[in-house]
């Protein structure tokens, strides 16, 4: 893996992304998928970033008058569903699907957290039992993304290029933000300080897909030929659904 200092292999997609994707609505930005990704794909996949279970509640958990005075809810249903998940053994995962079904909330490729949450009597009882990834499993998901990539990407290089938010402290002639290598190579990307979570953009020299996991949300949007988009929405590692150009990805979409 070797970092490219000039990022004209980035322009295409700086250049292509429909910056009128994008609008204010009273609630916040709403983001579209064509503002990520170049509108010029067969098909696009949204892969929901995992969620697990936290137990900490549940191993340590506070007494009838510690409850009633810090005025701490009851976080039903979900606190039931992540207490007989551990006792079934059904291991920490959570699938977004699941949780759908649980809350009665629609699942659709512009399911958002704030719609579970929502669903909850308090806003925190979703970050008291559902957390983030382990490093393992970021890298597992990670893994079996570039499995799906490396079947219609042969052995060409790939571009890798790192979200600029995290290197806002840096001058131009900081840390490199673009590196290139091949899919075999992605476990040799810098992965601490401002490279930490991974990069945002990933595509190969002939532009047959688009990879981006942008920064400030909870999914990773992938544009690329049918056969790459059908296997990703099969793949038994990868959470994903199919959307489109047009999809509203942004936190907040108005639920159906």
């Given at each position: 893996?070797?970092?490219?200092?000039?990022?004209?292999?980035?322009?295409?997609?700086?250049?292509?992304?429909?910056?009128?994707?994008?609008?204010?609505?009273?609630?916040?930005?709403?983001?579209?998928?064509?503002?990520?990704?170049?509108?010029?794909?067969?098909?696009?996949?949204?892969?929901?970033?995992?969620?697990?279970?936290?137990?900490?509640?549940?191993?340590?958990?506070?007494?009838?008058?510690?409850?009633?005075?810090?005025?701490?809810?009851?976080?039903?249903?979900?606190?039931?569903?992540?207490?007989?998940?551990?006792?079934?053994?059904?291991?920490?995962?959570?699938?977004?699907?699941?949780?759908?079904?649980?809350?009665?909330?629609?699942?659709?490729?512009?399911?958002?957290?704030?719609?579970?949450?929502?669903?909850?009597?308090?806003?925190?009882?979703?970050?008291r039992f559902l957390g983030g990834t382990t490093e393992a499993d970021r890298k597992g998901e990670q893994h079996a993304l570039t499995s799906h990539l490396r079947s219609c990407t042969e052995?060409?290089?790939?571009?890798?290029?790192?979200?600029?938010?995290?290197?806002?402290?840096?001058?131009?002639?900081?840390?490199?933000?673009?590196?290139?290598?091949?899919?075999?190579?992605?476990?040799?990307?810098?992965?601490?300080?401002?490279?930490?979570?991974?990069?945002?953009?990933?595509?190969?020299?002939?532009?047959?897909?688009?990879?981006?996991?942008?920064?400030?949300?909870?999914?990773?949007?992938?544009?690329?030929?049918?056969?790459?988009?059908?296997?990703?929405?099969?793949?038994?590692?990868?959470?994903?659904?199919?959307?489109?150009?047009?999809?509203?990805?942004?936190?907040?979409?108005?639920?159906?």
């Open positions: 893996m070797k970092p490219e200092r000039d990022e004209i292999a980035f322009e295409w997609i700086r250049s292509r992304c429909d910056e009128s994707a994008v609008s204010d609505t009273p609630e916040g930005r709403a983001i579209f998928v064509a503002h990520l990704v170049p509108p010029m794909f067969e098909a696009y996949a949204r892969v929901l970033h995992r969620m697990d279970a936290r137990h900490e509640e549940i191993d340590q958990p506070l007494s009838p008058s510690e409850r009633r005075i810090l005025q701490i809810p009851s976080c039903e249903p979900l606190r039931s569903f992540v207490e007989q998940r551990r006792a079934d053994g059904g291991g920490t995962r959570i699938k977004w699907r699941e949780l759908a079904e649980l809350l009665n909330v629609p699942y659709v490729p512009e399911i958002t957290a704030e719609w579970l949450r929502k669903r909850l009597e308090d806003g925190w009882c979703f970050a052995a060409q290089e790939c571009f890798f290029r790192f979200s600029d938010i995290p290197f806002y402290q840096f001058s131009n002639a900081g840390p490199p933000r673009l590196f290139k290598g091949t899919l075999n190579e992605v476990d040799g990307l810098p992965d601490t300080g401002p490279y930490r979570g991974g990069p945002e953009y990933w595509w190969p020299s002939d532009k047959r897909w688009c990879v981006c996991s942008d920064y400030d949300l909870h999914e990773t949007i992938i544009g690329g030929p049918r056969q790459l988009i059908s296997s990703l929405l099969t793949s038994d590692v990868l959470e994903c659904l199919e959307v489109s150009p047009q999809s509203r990805i942004d936190p907040f979409v108005p639920m159906p």
